[in-house]
């Protein structure tokens, strides 16, 4: 019952991570920052499509929650080694 809750306070401090260091790129301007505009939105339609497809498919809270962890940490690591 209460599984998912613990990854789901993970995924809120992993997110506010990479929140900050996008909002840092955003913030710089130039190509880059076009760049990165265009993958938050492609990433946030990517994820509404996987959230409809794995509860069609009957995935669990935690399995969707680990999934978007894995995504966000992928993020945060990729923003952290740009700049």
Known sequence: MFAPWPNIVWLALGSSEAIGLRVAKLAARGIDAQHESRLIVSEKAGALFEVGIGVLSG???TNLVN?????????????ATEN
Request: cysteine-free.
């Open 59 to 61: 995935a669990t809270a």
């Open 67 to 79: 999934r978007f962890r894995d995504q966000i940490a992928a993020n945060a690591r990729r923003l």
